[in-house]
């Protein structure tokens, strides 16, 4: 997972947009903790369609100008900057699109927690809350292809246009080039917008921006503002898909260096992710989950996918009896408890917060008479995690510094921190987060980690480690640095209903491939 789960890393450096907040507070145990945890994941699977388009330079729009506040207009003619004094008209699922991107960029929000709010705190539901949230989470996706596309049509770079305007435009830009509204109804909207929000005198240069974009599709633009693929193939996946230039190459690497499958697996980032749940053993069953209205999953026993709908409406899920959960997150932990052990009592979570995956082992572990220690460095996670448990013991310490006993455990999972790079369709913002220069920080953590899992699992045990990112750096390098000091086991051996994790020993799940985050495992046995 990304974020600072057993040990704490350093300053965050800001690329592209800012740096995202967390969602705090805890839940009362077994009550709240499945409908926080169905929110979140609602956000990120409500995401705008599978667009293309994207940039290798994430360009901030800082540094210029504030924008004015709104003044008053009379109407005009659609798409042109409207004179006077008569106020446009306030369209309230644009302006909630405007306010995400503005809190992304401010306040270091997190896209998928805060949608959610803001659709409920204004009562926007129905078709208004579906394209607030395309609008907001496809223009953060293809934000640094439609910032190529602006400064092709722009007097300055988009670095120079004042952040509020700079917005706006992206919005009217994401409407031109990847959904289905009518141009001459996506920039009249967007001068709208622009005169509510930032004043009568950008309008213009809204307009002037907006009525040279729309004359060409994405498709058009990508061959002028995307690098030949001849001559610069990361430049062009780069542009066309919408990541940094480092994040290709990383991934590139990841997928042993194919074009074709670089661009597959790009183009699935961009892909709005189904949503789903995981019913807990003991507690749920998937057949619940169906006649509630969701669809069996392929590969977890405890999946189902929900097509359609709020998951906190469900019954199961309101209750803690069930969750959102990615299906990689399942298959992970539940690889862990396939590996047979001759003594099988205690559990350790490591970094456990927010809780999903410590939900599911609770659940297991409750079956077999086994019990759960969940264990992370925040306290506001931690509590996450006590909500979404029912049998496991929690408490707030650093993996770093174990607050328990060597050897005291039969299974640990260590869900590292990382870099998310596995998550990016979930986090449409979270790819112009992302900076190269925390990966060296990131892995000593990393290794410091699966240092004390090692140490906390009783010999003859075994420990899973997880990330949520398939970046070489982080999976494969950092545990053949133990590989003098424990046995890799093929995780493959133990997902047997998952077909083409790689040529193991270790597991890696693709979005292009089955459609889920792209988690990494290794399993490895103390001697």
């Known amino acids: 997972m990304a974020g ?9 450096v800001k690329q592209g947009r800012g740096q995202g907040g967390e969602a705090g ?16 994941g609602q956000g990120g699977g409500q995401s705008g369609g599978g667009q293309r388009g994207g940039s290798g330079r994430a360009r901030p729009g800082r540094g210029a100008q504030q924008g004015r506040g709104a003044q008053a207009e009379h109407t005009a003619k659609p798409g042109q900057p409207r004179q006077g004094r008569g106020r446009p008209p306030r369209d309230e699922a644009r302006n909630a699109a405007y ?23 204004r009562r926007i539901g129905g078709r208004d809350a579906a394209l607030a949230t395309e609008l907001a989470y496809g223009t953060l996706r293809g934000l640094g292809t439609y910032d190529e596309v602006i400064a092709a049509c722009s007097d300055r770079p988009p670095e120079k246009v004042d952040p509020p305007l700079l917005d706006a435009v992206r919005l009217g830009v994401h409407q031109l080039l990847s959904t289905r509204i009518p141009p001459h109804a996506a920039v009249s909207a967007t001068i709208d917008l622009v ?21 060409r599709t994405l498709e058009q633009w990508l061959e002028i503002v995307a690098p030949p693929r ?29 074009l074709d499958e670089t661009a597959a697996l790009l183009e699935a980032d961009n892909e709005r992710p189904r949503v789903a749940l995981v019913a807990r053993p003991g507690r749920a069953t998937v057949a619940e989950l169906v006649d509630a209205g969701a669809e069996p999953a392929a590969y977890s026993p405890y999946a189902a996918y929900l097509p359609e709908g709020d998951p906190g409406s469900l019954a199961a899920v309101g209750e803690a009896r069930a969750a959102v959960q990615d299906e990689a997150s ?11 052990l001759d003594h099988d009592t205690t559990w350790l979570d490591m970094c456990a917060g927010p809780g999903g995956k410590a939900g599911l082992l609770d659940a297991v572990a409750t079956e077999r008479g086994a019990r759960l220690l969940g264990a992370d460095l925040q306290y506001h996670r931690a509590r996450l995690v006590w909500g979404t448990t029912r049998e496991a013991k929690v408490i707030t310490a650093d993996g770093t510094r174990p607050a328990w006993r ?14 998310g790079l596995g998550a990016l369709r979930r986090r449409p913002e979270a790819r112009w987060r992302r900076d190269p220069r925390s990966i060296p920080e990131l892995t000593a953590l990393q290794r410091r980690l699966l240092d004390s899992a090692l140490e906390a699992v009783r010999p003859g045990g075994v420990v899973a480690y997880v990330t949520c990112s398939p970046h070489l750096a982080e999976t494969r ?3 053949e640095d133990v590989r003098d000091r424990a046995e890799v086991l093929d995780a493959r051996a133990f997902l047997p209903e998952v077909p083409g994790l790689g040529d193991g020993p270790y597991a890696q799940f693709w979005p292009h491939r089955h459609g889920t985050d792209a988690m990494f495992l290794a399993l490895l046995r103390r001697p």
């Not at 600072?4 to 965050?12: A, D, H, L, Q």
């Not at 001559?231 to 042993?256: C, F, K, M, Q």
């Open 4 to 12: 600072s789960n057993g040990g704490r890393v350093g300053g965050r």
């Open 25 to 40: 507070g805890g839940a009362r145990r077994g009550q709240r903790g499945g409908q926080a945890g169905s929110q979140g």
């Open 99 to 121: 306010d995400l991107m503005r809190a992304v960029d401010e306040r270091d929000a997190y896209a998928n927690l805060l949608m959610p709010t803001l659709l409920r705190q």
């Open 195 to 215: 005169r509510l929000r930032v004043g009568p005198g950008p309008s213009k240069y809204a307009n002037a921006v907006l009525r040279k974009v729309a004359g």
């Open 230 to 258: 001849e001559e610069d193939p990361t430049g062009n996946l780069a542009v066309t898909y919408s990541h940094p230039r480092w994040i290709v190459t990383a991934l590139r690497d990841a997928v042993g260096g194919d």
């Open 330 to 340: 399942q298959l992970v932990a539940l690889a862990l408890t396939r590996v047979p």
């Open 406 to 419: 060597p050897g005291a455990f039969d299974r640990v999972m260590l869900d590292a921190p990382c870099t």
């Open 477 to 479: 390098a950092v545990v």
